[in-house]
């Protein structure tokens, strides 16, 4: 099933630059699959715990410098 979308004369020039043989479907999806945000989950266990626990004390210790300042 195809629809019918209108976009400016600008974003038609810009598609039609990097179109290179693909249709203009092709490259919506593949502009559109780079776009998307990858979940935090991804990141999940990517550092060991001697790196957490290290990040983490320095996490608290600028929070305390940080409130020190306010007072």
Known sequence: ???IISISDEAYGELKKIKNGMSFS???LTL????????IM???GAWDN?????I?????EERK???RRIE
């Open 56 to 60: 983490k004390k320095e996490i608290i």
């Open 26 to 28: 092709e490259i919506v």
């Open 50 to 54: 001697k790196e957490a626990l290290k």
């Open 32 to 39: 559109t699959k780079e776009k998307k945000k990858d979940s």
């Open 65 to 67: 410098a940080s409130s």
């Open 1 to 3: 099933m195809t629809k």
């Open 42 to 44: 991804k990141f999940a």
